[in-house]
């Protein structure tokens, strides 16, 4: 199965809401990353967050990591119908760094 | 914005076909990676590529081909295109370092008929 799993799968809240989804992995980790993915399109990097980092901020996003869990979150404060997206988290293995585990995504849906 | 491009975007072709999606970019980055991914579904990693005249098998299996001849090209081939071929194919790059993010083209949406 996947490294990576994302909950939930599907989120749809309100603007000016936040927005937070969890991501799962579980074998030992380099860095973390999420990603966002417009419908049909490729993916964008969002963030990274290394295995010795606990809480990483980029604007309205925030991340933390727990390697003891093996799990991160990404939090949108604020949100808005533009953040209307699948947003995937990526895993880079220790053992095999440069090669990308990616979750199922999580939906999110932002109305107006 | 990224120097990847993956054409063509969208290609509808007939079962039993010879087909190429070109994946180029233009970073000099030594990685390279095809995925695959039904819609709204997880990426599967198909291909990667760690640099010129290197390509391995990704996770998921795959009846596609790849080549990495030049460090900015790594076409993918599919030598009879089935239906069940129909999916998206992401191609991305990463540079050289552990914490380094990979840059994706904007996919190529395939149908086989």
């Known amino acids: 199965s996947q490294q990576g799993e994302e909950d939930p799968q599907a989120l749809s809240i309100q603007e000016g809401e936040n927005a937070t989804m969890n991501c799962s992995y579980k074998?030992?980790?380099?860095?973390l990353q999420w990603y966002r993915q417009n419908s049909g399109r490729g993916l964008v990097h969002l963030i990274l967050?290394?295995?010795?980092?606990r809480e990483k901020h980029s604007g309205r996003l925030r991340v933390t990591l727990d390697t003891s869990k093996k799990s991160s979150s990404l939090l949108i404060t604020a949100s808005r119908a533009a953040d209307t997206a699948s947003y995937f988290c990526?895993?880079?293995?220790?053992?095999?760094?440069?090669?990308?585990?990616f979750g199922a995504g999580t939906q999110v849906v932002v109305t107006p | 914005e990224a120097d990847i491009y993956q054409t063509p975007r969208y290609l509808v072709i007939g079962t039993g076909k010879k087909i190429t999606l070109e994946c180029s970019q233009t970073?000099?980055?030594?990685?390279m990676y095809w995925y695959q991914q039904d819609p709204g579904m997880e990426l599967h990693l198909i291909h990667y590529?760690?640099?010129?005249?290197?390509?391995e098998k990704g996770d998921l299996s795959s009846e596609s081909t790849v080549s990495r001849i030049r460090t900015e090209h790594f076409p993918l081939t599919l030598e009879s295109a089935r239906p069940s071929h129909t999916s998206q194919y992401l191609c991305?790059?990463?540079?050289?370092?552990?914490?380094?993010?990979?840059?994706f083209g904007q996919g190529t949406r395939l149908t086989v008929v």
């Open positions: 970073m000099g980055h030594d990685k």
């Open positions: 990526a895993t880079v293995l220790t053992d095999s760094w440069g090669k990308f585990q």
């Open positions: 590529s760690y640099g010129v005249n290197s390509t």
């Open positions: 074998t030992s980790i380099n860095n």
């Open positions: 991305a790059s990463i540079a050289v370092g552990r914490n380094t993010e990979a840059f």
């Open positions: 967050i290394r295995s010795n980092e």
